[in-house]
């Protein structure tokens, strides 16, 4: 009972901390794997349950949705299938897009300003001189060149629902896209390109997005086209970035996705051939989905897609909440055995392990403060951790060494004071 007491007595009163100091070491040890455990519930309960593809399903997703519900109902994508790739895992087969697209020269001008009227998508070729023609670095590239497919959904400006979509800025120094056209969304397809598993797959995409997308400036670094939301679509892999309709020459996208098809199609189901179209449009008591309803269910895959990636990232949030915590617990430590070492302390006999024990106890409360703000933000829980630990040292500090009088007796019991 009487360590329990402890433990909610170290909450708001500072002499319970330093009386802590002599207290059997496995309580402290308790309360140090309770503190840090404490810290990670908010972050845990927010990435184990957490909408991985929440920007599809957004009020705020840049009418993208219209440009995937486009994409669902043309022919080549009735042609996607499921496979297995050489070591057994899901992986998209899109070799039989090609008879769907144009290859003549202006065929990615004409699907990008809404003139390639005569087919659905725009053959394309890439060149990266900077990714190895190794085949066990990158799976799968025709050398250092890959031919890949476009298709872009756009609509004319008087159609949107938005009425934001304006060539004026309150900037002067931001320009903005001025078409008739507002493009919703590009999606690039890769048939010859899996980046599971390989050293520079994200050196391969970040080259394409640059070079073909951003259209970077290799000098100044700088965005030279109007970005426009767009999907890359590889063997295993599905990345997803959204920009404002009011497309402007910069690289701030408003949300951003990565998704691995391994978690988000069974092996079953790769290996049964599957079409991607089947896979969001059939029900499972054989009718088939509206538009609307297989857009739901891809974004379902997608979340599953994504699950990994967002798993390991709560992992390392974990760690890094629980190395600031050591952190701080051992400087609070170093500052406590510092200021028990003064000639006015009330404990001078104090060693830096009692120090520990102190600093472990005093943190406990900051870390129900982590706990509670975490459901917020990652950042404002480890801000609010730490701040709330420097008040609490702050504050114990005036209990540990009292303030010396103008006299120069410090706040001493009163027969010293006199001596």
């Known amino acids: 009972m009487s360590n329990l007491m402890y433990c909610w007595k170290i909450l708001y009163n500072n002499q319970a901390v330093i009386d802590g100091r002599k207290k059997k070491w496995w309580i402290t040890a308790i309360l140090f794997v309770l503190g840090i455990f404490l810290t ?15 920007f599809m399903t957004s ?20 042609t996607i299938n499921f496979t297995t790739d050489s070591n057994g895992k899901p992986s998209l087969d899109m070799t039989k897009i090609s008879a769907y697209a144009a290859t003549d020269a202006g065929a990615l001008e004409n699907e990008a ?24 670095v990158l799976t799968n590239p025709t050398g250092i060149t890959t031919t890949f497919y476009f298709d872009s959904y756009s609509v004319l400006k008087s159609s949107m629902i938005t009425s934001t979509l304006s060539s004026s800025s309150s900037s002067s120094s931001t320009s903005y896209e001025d078409s008739d056209r507002v493009t919703l969304l590009n999606m690039y397809y890769f048939p010859a ?7 520079n797959g994200s050196q391969f995409r970040n ?11 290799t000098t100044s670094s700088s965005v030279t086209a109007y970005p426009h939301s767009y999907a890359l679509i590889f063997q295993d892999e599905i990345d997803i970035v959204l920009y404002s309709t009011l497309s402007s020459k910069s690289n701030s996208a408003t949300a951003s996705y990565v998704g691995d098809l391994q978690y988000a199609v069974s092996t079953e189901v790769a290996a049964s051939n599957t079409t991607l179209y089947n896979s ?28 990994p990636s967002a798993l390991n ?39 830096f392990w009692e120090a520990m024990k102190e600093a472990v106890a005093m943190a406990f409360t900051p870390e129900i403060i982590g706990l509670a703000i975490g459901f917020l933000s990652f950042t404002n829980e480890l801000v609010l951790l730490i701040g709330a630990y420097v008040l609490r040292v702050v504050w114990i500090s005036s209990k540990i060494s009292p303030p010396v009088s103008a006299s120069g007796d410090s706040n001493k019991p009163l027969y010293q004071a006199r001596s």
């Open 40 to 54: 990670w519930i908010p972050l845990m309960s927010k990435g184990y349950t957490a909408d991985n593809a929440s």
């Open 59 to 78: 009020s705020s997703n840049q009418e993208v949705d219209r440009g995937f519900e486009a994409a669902f109902v043309t022919d080549y994508f009735r």
């Open 113 to 136: 300003n809404g003139t390639n009227t005569s087919n659905e998508l725009a053959a394309g070729s890439y060149t990266d001189t900077s990714v190895s023609t190794d085949t066990t």
């Open 193 to 199: 390109i899996s980046l599971k598993g390989t050293t």
């Open 207 to 217: 080259n394409f997005i640059n070079k073909q997308i951003l259209k970077t400036n």
């Open 280 to 307: 969001i449009f059939a029900k499972a008591d054989g009718t088939t989905n509206s538009v609307t309803e297989a857009y739901k269910a891809f974004h379902d895959m997608l979340h599953k897609a994504a699950t």
């Open 313 to 351: 990232t709560v992992w390392i949030n974990c760690g890094i909440m629980s190395a600031a915590v050591v952190i701080m617990e051992l400087v609070g430590a170093l500052a406590l055995f510092i200021m028990q070492r003064r000639k006015n302390s009330v404990c001078r006999d104090t060693n």
